[in-house]
């Protein structure tokens, strides 16, 4: 059964740090483009990041750019997005999502997981 479950959400303060968890079951992370998206209330789903099957090449949004990091575990079967100086406008239910093309659009990702809220509050 394919299956990629987030975890390591939660509440956290401003400036504080948490990193997301994309764990891959059924499949084989390394051989798929993994996107991180978020949604926060109200608002369309956003892409986050990304890191490419291929090239290993990674995307990063303006607004998270120099604060977030995408990295594999291919032994853990394994994404991770280290999130740095997090602000409350970072608040959001994340997902990770996968696909088999270098595509990093979210209409092309084949599997999704059911996302982790994060929220950046005082």
């Known amino acids: 059964q394919v299956q990629l479950v987030e975890s390591g959400g939660g509440l956290v303060q401003p400036g504080g740090s948490l990193r997301l968890s994309c764990a891959a079951s059924?499949?084989?992370?390394?051989?798929?483009?993994i996107g991180w998206f978020r949604q926060a209330p109200g608002k369309e789903r956003e892409g986050v990041s990304c890191?490419?099957?291929?090239?290993?090449?990674?995307y990063y949004a303006d607004s998270v750019k120099g604060r977030f990091t995408i990295s594999r575990d291919n032994a853990k079967n394994t994404v991770y997005l280290q999130m740095n100086s997090l602000k409350p406008e970072d608040t959001a239910v994340y997902y990770c999502?996968?696909?088999?093309?270098?595509?990093?659009?979210?209409?092309?990702?084949?599997?999704w997981g059911k996302g982790t809220l994060i929220t950046v509050s005082s």
């Open positions: 999502a996968a696909n088999l093309s270098s595509s990093c659009q979210y209409y092309d990702m084949d599997y």
């Open positions: 059924g499949f084989t992370l390394d051989d798929y483009t």
């Open positions: 890191i490419s099957s291929s090239s290993g090449s990674t």
